[in-house]
């Protein structure tokens, strides 16, 4: 009998049927992270893809971003649970950053940056989360939060209020006005505002001034939320995992910063493993 393992992030949904001691399938919807989309549209989106599979599995394994406050979580998951108790024996719904740690030890610091980010820390009995918190005010480092600086700088340089123009040329935009209306359109868009994450990097690559700053400064911050981590959970080691750590730029401030703290940063195993535990196999 199949399991279906869930990984329901802010940039997209992940979805693995695993069959046979292996994952046999893969495909890929619409985000259905808590903090992105809304308790009430994860819980729908989430209830969606598994009923669109037509069958009952053996056990469904959810890592789900967003559910970050207990009371929170409890009320997703007492919501989430009767929806989804007809299609399999076993249901086991997760915070995303305890999955990702699973996929790699029982206990220690992971670190994950997509369109948000997450410091995370477990020492077999407290579960410890820094930065997070959501786009509006946290989400240190994340897609989110580079996209926005890059963003911000543009509008400066557009208004002449910097003493430089080197990022237009790396933006979208031949006028304020179509920045303006981009931004008006879109300011509560966090997955379209992640998406000029990559402009920044564009211009780290070659070298831009004022985009490493940017970079420096939200690594350096991000580095000392994850020394903090690492230290409450006695851990020289942080895990780390995202679409944000695709990119070699990212990765390679990130490593040299971390280990400046004494960090050694790892990539993660496939998220798969992490779920594969939640259903004990």
């Known amino acids: 009998m199949d399991y279906l393992l869930i990984d329901a992030g802010g940039t997209s949904t992940k979805v693995y049927i695993y069959s046979d001691g292996k994952i046999t399938k893969q495909y890929r919807f619409n985000p259905a992270s808590v903090d992105k989309v809304g308790p009430?549209?994860?819980?729908?989106?989430?209830?969606?893809?598994?009923?669109?599979?037509?069958?009952?599995?053996?056990?469904?394994?959810?890592?789900?971003?967003?559910?970050?406050?207990?009371?929170?979580?409890?009320?997703?998951?007492?919501?989430?649970?009767?929806?989804?108790?007809?299609?399999?024996?076993?249901?086991?719904?997760?915070?995303?950053?305890?999955?990702?740690?699973?996929?790699?030890?029982?206990?220690?610091?992971?670190?994950?940056?997509?369109?948000?980010?997450?410091?995370?820390?477990?020492?077999?009995?407290?579960?410890?989360?820094?930065?997070?918190?959501?786009?509006?005010?946290?989400?240190?480092?994340?897609?989110?939060?580079?996209?926005?600086?890059?963003?911000?700088?543009?509008?400066?340089?557009?208004?002449?209020?910097?003493?430089?123009?080197s990022l237009l040329r790396f933006s979208n935009f031949k006028t304020e006005e179509e920045l303006v209306k981009f931004l008006y359109e879109n300011s509560c868009n966090p997955s379209k505002i992640a998406q000029f994450s990559v402009n920044l990097l564009n211009a780290v690559k070659l070298n831009n001034r004022k985009s490493i700053r940017i970079l420096s400064d939200c690594i350096s911050e991000f580095s000392s939320i994850i020394k903090m981590v690492c230290d409450a959970v006695n851990s020289n080691v942080v895990y780390y995992f995202g679409g944000m750590f695709e990119s070699p730029v990212y990765v390679s401030f990130f490593n040299k910063e971390v280990s400046k703290r004494g960090i050694k940063s790892v990539k993660s195993k496939s998220i798969t493993n992490g779920l594969l535990k939640l259903l004990e196999l």
């Open 40 to 165: 009430d549209k994860a819980i729908s989106q989430i209830t969606r893809i598994v009923s669109l599979f037509n069958m009952r599995f053996k056990g469904i394994a959810i890592s789900l971003a967003g559910i970050d406050s207990e009371v929170m979580a409890k009320n997703v998951k007492a919501r989430l649970y009767p929806n989804l108790s007809r299609f399999a024996e076993k249901v086991v719904v997760e915070h995303d950053a305890h999955v990702v740690l699973l996929s790699n030890a029982d206990k220690g610091c992971i670190t994950i940056s997509g369109t948000g980010s997450i410091v995370y820390g477990y020492d077999g009995k407290r579960r410890i989360v820094k930065g997070d918190r959501g786009w509006l005010v946290g989400d240190i480092c994340s897609g989110f939060w580079l996209g926005r600086e890059f963003l911000r700088e543009v509008l400066k340089e557009f208004q002449g209020l910097s003493d430089s123009n």
